[in-house]
C-alpha cells in the first residue's frame, strides 16, 4: 500500500498534511482566506439567467 501523497494548500501553495483541523489548507489563515473568497463572491458558479417566466411566484406576506 502507498503512503498518502501530500496535498497541496488551494490558497498558497504549500503542502498541507492529511488529518490537519483545516484540511486541505495548511494553516487556519488560508482557510479563512478562502472563506473570505466565499463571502465576498469572489468564486461563481456560472450559470445562465433564471427566465422570469420559469420562476415561481413571489410569496405573499398574507398570514
Known amino acids: 500500500m502507498?503512503?498518502?501523497s501530500t496535498v497541496?494548500?488551494?490558497?498558497?501553495?504549500?503542502a498541507s498534511p492529511p488529518?490537519?483541523?483545516?484540511?486541505?489548507?495548511?494553516?487556519?489563515r488560508c482557510h479563512m482566506a478562502d472563506l473570505g473568497r466565499?463571502?465576498?463572491e469572489d468564486y461563481?458558479?456560472?450559470?445562465?439567467?433564471?427566465?422570469?417566466?420559469e420562476l415561481?411566484?413571489?410569496e405573499s406576506d398574507d398570514r
Open 38 to 40: 466565499w463571502l465576498n
Open 19 to 28: 488529518g490537519t483541523k483545516v484540511f486541505p489548507f495548511c494553516s487556519p
Open 8 to 14: 497541496r494548500c488551494p490558497t498558497c501553495n504549500a
Open 2 to 4: 502507498t503512503p498518502l
Open 56 to 58: 415561481p411566484p413571489p
Open 44 to 53: 461563481r458558479i456560472p450559470a445562465e439567467p433564471a427566465d422570469p417566466s
